[in-house]
């Protein structure tokens, strides 16, 4: 029984061979890359000495989870980084949901694929040049902003890299920018798979656009839009380095605006060298991170179980 069942496994993996081999890069990155590095969990609970090797530090429980939770910013940081990560997903997904419907209407195909690498251009550039895009924008010398659009406006130029009241409106509209295109591309597949048939019946009944897609486009769309968001919130306590870092020019005066876990982690690893500190932060990001889908999910499963991510 057990030899026959072994036959049916190997002709199985025989015959879906191809399949196996394509996804066999997939595969290796993700365990090197994703799975690998969760055997270094422990560095989090010990204090790591390279004179004795990484395994011979000292245990030294949750002391480096002190750092996190008493320093005077701690409030501050963990604040940025959750009202930040929301509104990103919740602008992100209004913008690209009507993007990808708005794609969708357009009937010269050529016109669209224009657009959709016009939209996806910005999420493959390097978050160095888009802070240096930005900075051509804000810089106090040659700023586009400070020297053309604010004298066409009548007012003062203002030096955004002092003022950390401006941040929070920029920051999300460089990442809307940055990431709206990606999630549109996504959408926009959703939305093109949905059977026509359905809006040559409500346009028989006599419904307008809006309703065609309130009623027929959204709901049709809603495990899609679902899981996204679902993994959003998985890392709604990991910011973007790139974008709180590299835009802001890594500025002091930024930091009551800009500062959030994974640039406060950075900046004092680069200060007190402390692994054990910067691996605690990371353990308990990934930790709250999967509570938040373990608890999202369990909220959507049990409103709709075939819009659930698992």
Same mark, same amino acid.
């Given at each position: ?119 996806? !251009? ?7 040049? $888009? *802070? &240096? #895009?930005?900075?051509?924008? /804000?810089?106090?010398?040659? %700023? ?26 920029? !920051? ?7 990431? $709206? *295109? &990606? #999630?549109?591309?996504?959408? /926009?597949?959703?939305?093109? %798979? ?117």
């Amino acid at each position: 029984m057990l030899m026959r069942a072994g036959q049916t496994r190997w002709k199985r993996v025989k015959k879906y061979k191809v399949l196996f081999v394509m996804a066999a890069p997939g595969i290796l990155y993700l365990l090197i890359n994703n799975y690998l590095p969760m055997f270094g969990a422990f560095i989090a609970f010990k204090e790591v000495d390279f004179s004795r090797g990484i395994l011979g530090g000292d245990w030294v429980g949750f002391r480096n989870f002190e750092y996190l939770f008493k320093t005077a910013d701690a409030y501050r940081i963990t604040r940025n980084t959750i009202l930040y990560n929301a509104a990103f997903i919740i602008l992100n997904l209004i913008a690209s949901v009507a993007l990808a419907i708005m794609l969708n209407e357009l009937r010269n195909r050529l016109l669209s694929r224009f657009y959709q690498s016009v939209i996806l !251009l910005p999420y493959l550039i390097s978050s160095v040049i $888009v *802070g &240096y #895009l930005v900075f051509s924008l /804000l810089s106090m010398e040659n %700023g586009f902003i400070n020297k053309t659009v604010l004298p066409w406006l009548g007012r003062e130029e203002i030096m955004w890299y002092n003022e950390p009241k401006y941040w929070p409106f920029i !920051l999300t509209l460089v990442k809307m920018w940055s990431s $709206v *295109g &990606y #999630l549109c591309v996504i959408y /926009l597949a959703a939305v093109v %798979g949905i059977d026509q048939e359905y809006y040559e019946a409500a346009t028989i009944d006599g419904a307008s656009k809006w309703q065609q897609i309130t009623s027929i486009t959204l709901p049709s769309i809603a495990p899609v839009i679902t899981i996204m968001t679902l993994l959003q919130i998985g890392r709604i306590f990991h910011a973007d380095f790139g974008l709180f870092y590299q835009v802001p020019l890594d500025s002091g005066a930024l930091l009551p605006a800009t500062n959030v876990l994974d640039t406060y982690v950075y900046r004092a690893l680069l200060k007190n060298g402390d692994i054990g500190m910067s691996s605690a932060a990371g353990l308990y990001q990934a930790v709250v991170g999967f509570v938040l889908i373990l608890l999202s999910n369990f909220a959507v499963k049990k409103r709709n179980p075939d819009h659930a991510l698992f």
